[in-house]
């Protein structure tokens, strides 16, 4: 073999490198990819059956219909202002209902007392379909934002309420018996070792209360709305609007995504705090 002949056979599989580690990335990652994919998928063949005939756009709006729809609502400011009085709902509503059932949880988790005093109420109430008690609330509270801020509090209170307090009891007893060998007040181990321990769990708990929220409020703003997502799913409805229904929907959807994305990144970062 000649060096020339040497130098070409040398050089073959350095050219097929980027190739191969190419497609060792891609057969690595199939999996995402396709999860990725899935539901562009889904959308083209949902396109496809309402250009061919075969879905009734009266039914179930072609995605560009939908779409077009969405882009109309942006353009005439609807959709801002809707997403202004919805947010604010929900943040009320998940701001009292998150304040009650981590600070009830807390004390149930604290003390042997409060749990006996209080947990057995609230399984009681937990145990009530929360959705269920919109008509009493519009008698206690008339069909103003008071019952729809209440209704979202409602749902938003018992999954931080349950984590609170599951995650206290699993701290692990051997720090509270160093902390007490170190002499710390009962605000310095709330401070040091009940807080830090049972962030985690808090923040699983405040995604399931976001999520239980965005749930409600849609029930919710069906309620004599006259702002917000839900009141523009109403007007829809009324105008048989289907594209402009699916559109809030999806509205709601995505504000659920988002909010959920947000409090899984600061999930990590308390998880790194407590290493």
């Known amino acids: 073999m000649t060096t020339r002949d040497s130098l070409v056979a040398a050089s073959a599989p350095a050219a097929d490198t980027p190739v191969a580690s190419r497609r060792e990335w891609i057969r690595g990652r ?16 949902w ?10 756009p009266d039914i179930l709006p072609a995605p560009s219909t939908i779409a077009r729809a969405g882009i109309e609502l942006i353009g005439n400011g609807q959709l801002a202002e809707a997403l202004r009085v919805s947010g604010v709902r929900a943040a009320e509503g998940l701001l009292l209902g998150g304040t009650i ?11 042997r007392l409060v749990d006996a005093v209080v947990d057995p109420t609230m399984q009681m109430v937990r145990a009530l ?9 519009i008698v206690w509270f008339g069909i103003g934002e ?11 209170a018992f999954p931080l309420y349950l984590n609170t307090t599951s995650a206290i009891r699993q701290v692990d007893p051997k720090l509270f018996e160093t902390a007490q060998v170190l002499g710390f007040s009962f605000w310095q181990r709330l401070r040091v070792i009940v807080v830090p321990s049972a962030t985690p769990q808090v923040l699983v708990g405040l995604r399931q209360s976001l999520a239980l929220s965005w749930l409600t409020l849609i029930v919710a703003e069906q309620i004599n709305a006259d702002a917000g997502v839900g009141f523009l799913i109403n ?3 009324d105008f048989l ?9 999806v509205v709601y959807a995505l504000l659920g995504i988002i909010t ?3 409090v899984r990144v600061q999930e990590r970062r308390a998880l790194r705090y407590r290493s």
């Open 30 to 45: 199939r999996w995402e990819i396709i999860r990725f994919l899935s539901p562009f998928a889904v959308l083209l063949l």
């Open 235 to 237: 007007n829809a409805r």
């Open 47 to 56: 396109q496809a059956g309402s250009v061919g005939g075969l879905i009734d």
């Open 129 to 137: 379909p929360h959705l269920g008690l919109i008509p009493l609330f």
């Open 241 to 249: 609007r289907i594209d402009v229904i699916i559109f809030g929907l």
């Open 101 to 111: 059932g981590v600070l009830l949880g807390a004390m149930v988790g604290l003390s």
């Open 260 to 262: 959920d994305a947000v």
């Open 146 to 156: 008071l019952p729809k801020v209440l209704m979202v509090a409602l749902g938003a």
